[in-house]
Structures are given as structure tokens and as C-alpha cells.
């Protein structure tokens, strides 16, 4: 702690940042974009090849979505102008900025984008944001448990062409849930259900199983437990039910994050247990 805070005259915690960033978030995250990002960009010379330019083309094209001919003639004048844009603009507007660059590709020049995103995540942690990257998406995920979650359920329904439809749901899930401007609580819910169903259908092999009908027929494969199956319909529902937790939530209006984070991260314990058991009983996904 620090002798400012020990004395009482700098408050000892922050609030979490929902929807701001104060000014040690914004310079931290800074420092990560000009150190692993634009520090990182070569000016062609007679031995280098040059990064710089085709790295700013992408970025007025494709993010400020501005005519690449005002691009200034001076590189220090190009960075004045990122820096002025991150800085002065909305705070999530500084979130799409560090989106951008955790997902941009060239072959005219190479950004270590891992690298950038831990940086970044480092940051975040530090000054309370409520926000992390999880893969290449900024979500409003700040529990390291929740992160790690939805990102090993991710990660491996990405290996299988039988889970391509769980990994196609939770992305959407992530994705409505962490959307900035607009996020969509109630379909990152159905997502979330939709991905349940996904895995339990690829184990019972049966694709117009219902999540209730799946879980009954790979409860055997798997040995399932009846408390934990009992738990896990009750939980969910038999979303082909019109009284099921799908539909239940699906009319209420009111649903918000709280709720939809809930759903994502249990949907994706779910998901892992399901996919650690099948393989211990030697079930295999192509």
C-alpha cells in the first residue's frame, strides 16, 4: 500500500469500471498499445522493411473507416492521432481500439498479439476494469474462475467438427453478452441453453434429441448421476417446454447481466464436465 493511502488521503479501492476508464486504466493500457503495438512497427529504410504505413491503412480503413489519403505524411503525427482518438474518445470506443488490434492481420508486418492481450489483461486486473480479454473478444467477465470457464469450454468445442454447434453457441453467448453499446442478455441466455443442448445431443447421438431427452440417454454412457441429472434438468429445464427455463426467461424483459453471465459461465462448467466424462468413457468426438 501505498503512504498516501496508509495516511487516508488516496482511497484505498476503487469501484469497479463499468463504463468508464479513469485516467490510470486509459495511460496503462496506453503504454500497452505504444510499447507491443506501434513501438513494435518498423519505418522502411534501405535495411528494414517498411511496417508502419500498411499498419496505419488498416487501421483508418478498417477502423476509423476514414479515407486512407488524409492519413498524416509524419509517422509522429499518425500516432498523435491514435493516441488523441483513444484518449479523447468514449470509453468503449478505447475498447474497440485494443479489439481491433488483438485481431488484426497482415503480412506486411507482425504484432505479438498474445503478448498485447496479456499486457492488456494485466492492466485491466490492476485497475479494476470489469472487463478482460477472453480469446480476442473484450468481455464484461472479471472473475479469473469464469474466465478460465467459458474459455476451456470454447477452446475445446473448437477441436471437434461434432461440437463445431457448442463452440458456434458459446461464442454467440460471449458476444451478445459483451457487446459495448447494446448488449442482448436475453438471446446470450439461449446461446448459452443452445450450447447445453449442442453437447448433450453430440453424446447421445440423437440431433432432434431435446436437452431433456439427450440427458436421459447419456446418462448411461457417461454415468451420470441421477442428482446431478435431476439437478441439471431442473436447472435448465426441457427447453422444448413451454414452462422451461429457455422460454421462462426468454419473456422476461428484465433479464441483465448478472443473469446472462450466470447462464454462460455455468453453461460452460457444464460443457466441460460433460466433455471430461464422455472422454473417460472413451466416447470420441470427430
Given at each position: 500500500m ?13 469501484q ?16 500497452g ?11 522502411g ?9 500498411p ?8 477502423h ?7 492519413i ?6 499518425s500516432?498523435?492521432f ?7 474518445g ?34 485491466l ?21 469464469e474466465i ?20 458456434i ?13 447494446s ?17 448433450a445431443?453430440?453424446?447421445s ?9 439427450a440427458?436421459d440417454?447419456?446418462?448411461?454412457k ?8 435431476r ?11 413451454s414452462?422451461?427455463i ?10 441483465d447481466f ?9 453453461s ?8 471430461v466424462k464422455?472422454?473417460?468413457?472413451g466416447i470420441?468426438?470427430?
Amino acid at each position: 500500500m501505498k503512504f498516501s493511502q496508509r495516511i487516508g488521503k488516496v482511497a484505498t479501492f476503487k469501484q469497479m469500471q463499468i463504463e468508464s476508464l479513469d485516467n490510470d486504466l486509459k495511460n496503462g493500457l496506453w503504454n500497452g498499445i505504444k510499447l507491443l503495438v506501434i513501438d513494435t512497427l518498423q519505418d522502411g529504410d534501405a535495411y528494414t522493411h517498411e511496417e508502419f504505413n500498411p499498419f496505419c491503412i488498416l487501421l483508418w480503413h478498417n477502423h476509423y473507416k476514414l479515407p486512407i489519403d488524409i492519413i498524416p505524411e509524419y509517422r509522429y503525427q499518425s500516432e498523435k492521432f491514435i493516441r488523441d482518438s483513444f484518449f479523447n474518445g468514449q470509453w468503449f470506443e478505447s475498447y474497440d481500439l485494443l479489439e481491433f488490434f488483438a485481431n488484426i492481420e497482415s503480412d506486411s508486418f507482425y504484432i505479438e498479439k498474445e503478448g498485447f492481450k496479456i499486457f492488456c489483461n494485466e492492466i485491466l486486473e490492476r485497475e479494476f476494469s470489469a472487463y478482460r480479454f477472453i480469446g480476442d473478444t473484450i468481455s464484461a467477465i472479471s472473475n479469473p474462475n469464469e474466465i478460465e470457464e467459458i474459455e476451456n469450454a470454447i477452446n475445446q468445442s473448437g477441436h471437434f467438427t461434432a461440437l463445431k454447434g457448442v463452440n458456434i453457441h458459446l461464442k454467440s453467448a460471449l458476444e451478445k453478452l459483451s457487446d459495448r453499446k447494446s448488449p442482448d442478455y436475453r438471446n446470450s441466455i439461449k446461446e448459452s441453453i443452445s450450447a447445453i443442448e449442442s453437447v448433450a445431443k453430440a453424446i447421445s447421438e440423437n440431433p432432434k434429441d431435446s436437452l431433456g431427452g439427450a440427458l436421459d440417454k447419456i446418462k448411461g454412457k457417461i454415468k451420470l448421476h441421477a442428482s446431478l441429472e435431476r439437478g441439471f434438468k431442473q436447472l435448465y429445464g426441457y427447453t422444448s417446454d413451454s414452462d422451461g427455463i429457455r422460454h421462462a426467461l426468454m419473456d422476461d424483459h428484465n433479464c441483465d447481466f448478472e443473469d446472462a453471465k450466470y447462464m454462460l459461465v455455468s453453461s460452460s462448467s457444464f460443457i466441460n464436465y460433460l466433455i471430461v466424462k464422455a472422454s473417460k468413457a472413451g466416447i470420441t468426438f470427430k
